[in-house]
């Protein structure tokens, strides 16, 4: 008998296995698909041209989790600082964001004058809130009606963390949080083109515009874990965790999909396969999507009535494809010749942006997508051959619910969308393509097993993070049936590819006395 069970070999279920089986848990992991990695894991597109995963910003990887599960051992490792990213315009040649604020002075104030010194304060007030932000996703949330003292301990120091920031910053944080992208960054900053680029990374898959209430609260939770890139991608991060635990004793079973967990008076007693084996175990730990988990997977009326409903209304609306492209030659932005750079955001500004969420409202693909752009090639020369790029793009809105359905119609003009509007950054880009291919919500939840084809498996909506995410009764990571733990993208602190929803399933199982 297997001690724990790990359904899914995605990087938060390898986290989490990693994380067992070096506490000196028997683990195996159970993935449905051919490979491990998940959303992690490499995609040949064209001869020659390899996509190093469907997600590919590793900047909220943080460097503790690689060193405390021996990944550093392996060689992974990090570039040592978070990367620059362009912010492309179609008429000019656009600026480039560093994270080091003052080195974007000059190019800022030519678009605007003050935006550059309002860029240099606004990093500085990210870098300030950014330790507590950082501190609440780094962490389990603290109980909603904490009983024993460690937990009030829990909260109090969370309201000590809020209230050593300082009155000023404090007050900030609470005023911003609750707020639209759009309108906290128009505050700061004249240029569109800037608002555009900085709110981008808080609208990753989620069914809102920039102006909606609580989207400046997705970008401070993005801007408060950012740091370097990790070296050779989301890829190397999944082949490394499958090394480290092969090394720590885990097994891991490809082509084992799971169709039903087993349970037994209250506990988990296991699980079934689709090829009609059967697995015992007193301990799983789900890092699949929580409603595949708790909704598909266990047998009806297992759940508490309130708890089910709760998770039904987890929202996971789809709005992101994924489109990847193999350049007959390199990507090169307006006005930028010889210039290469491995990030981008690709918008006019903030009114674009809206409107590109607009159409999703309606069931329909903007024709003007928000481009999420990332050219891998840059740093590794191996993904694409010599002089040319690969590039994967993840571009809004495309909603899971598209009126007709996702066909193969439906997907080629959204991939001409997405080349229409990276050609007006990037004039010739159109005659370098040698390959497309468009990845649709729909192939999002059939492939990766994602609900409503979310890449983060639930929206990051202010009322789905921290202590609410999935839900208030499942957020501390165990489940109503003993034994049985979710560890996904759809746990505190959500998607994205830094492992740590797998990491502290693994703190919640092992600090549970007899599980």
């Keep these: 008998m297997s001690e724990a069970l790990v359904i899914g070999a995605g990087h938060n279920g390898l986290v989490a296995a990693l994380a067992l089986a070096r506490a000196g848990r028997r683990v195996t992991v159970l993935e449905r698909r051919g490979e491990i990695g998940g959303t992690c894991a490499p995609r040949p597109l064209a001869p020659g041209y390899t996509v190093p995963g469907l997600l590919h910003d590793t900047t909220g990887l943080r460097r503790d989790l690689v060193r405390a599960l021996g990944l550093e051992d392996l060689g992974l490792a990090f570039e040592t600082a978070a990367p620059s990213v362009l912010a492309a315009h179609s008429e000019h040649r656009g600026a480039v964001l560093h994270a080091e604020a003052g080195r974007s002075r000059g190019e800022l104030e030519a678009l605007h004058k003050g935006d550059g010194d309002a860029y240099v304060a606004w990093r500085a007030f990210v870098s300030r809130v950014g330790g507590f932000v950082a501190g609440l996703l780094d962490r389990p949330p603290p109980p909603l009606r904490p009983r024993a003292p460690g937990e009030w301990w829990s909260v109090a120091r969370l309201g000590l963390a809020l209230r050593r920031l300082g009155r000023a910053d404090m007050l900030e944080l609470l005023r911003v949080a609750p707020m639209g992208a759009a309108d906290w960054l128009q505050e700061q900053f004249r240029s569109p083109l800037v608002c555009a680029a900085l709110a981008a990374p808080g609208l990753a898959g989620a069914f809102l515009g920039p102006r909606a209430s609580g989207s400046a609260a997705a970008l401070l939770c993005y801007e408060a874990v950012r740091g370097g890139e990790l070296l050779g991608g989301p890829a190397a991060l999944a082949k490394a965790l499958g090394a480290a635990l092969e090394r720590a004793g885990g097994r891991i079973r490809l082509d084992a999909e799971v169709t ?248 919640a199982v092992l600090s549970r006395r007899g599980t």
């Design 260 to 507: 039903r967990i087993g349970v037994e008076r209250g506990r988990v007693s296991g699980v079934e396969l689709a090829d009609g084996a059967a697995l015992e175990a007193p301990l799983v730990v789900a890092c699949c999507d929580p409603k595949r988990a708790l909704l598909g997977l266990l047998a009806p009326a297992t759940l508490p009535l309130a708890v089910e409903e709760a998770l039904r209304a987890f929202r996971t609306r789809g709005t992101a494809a994924k489109v990847e492209l193999a350049l007959d030659g390199p990507l090169v932005f307006r006005d930028r010749p010889g210039e290469r750079h491995a990030r981008a955001v690709v918008a006019d500004g903030l009114d674009e942006v809206e409107r590109a969420f607009d159409a999703a409202k309606y069931r329909a693909c903007s024709e003007r997508p928000l481009l999420d752009l990332c050219v891998p090639s840059v740093g590794d020369a191996s993904l694409a051959p010599p002089g040319k790029d690969v590039v994967s793009i993840l571009a809004y809105c495309a909603p899971r619910d598209l009126e007709g359905g996702w066909s193969d119609a439906a997907r080629a003009r959204f991939g001409d969308a997405v080349v229409d509007a990276l050609e007006r950054a990037a004039p010739g880009t159109r005659d370098r393509v040698l390959a497309c291919r468009v990845v649709d919500p729909e192939q999002i939840e059939r492939v990766y097993g994602a609900s409503g084809g979310h890449i983060h498996c639930g929206e990051h909506a202010l009322d789905q993070l921290f202590f609410m995410r999935p839900t208030p009764a499942l957020a501390r990571y165990a489940t109503p049936v003993a034994g049985l733990y979710l560890g996904g993208s759809g746990s505190h602190p959500g998607g994205g590819v830094t492992g740590r929803p797998g990491a502290l399933a693994a703190r």
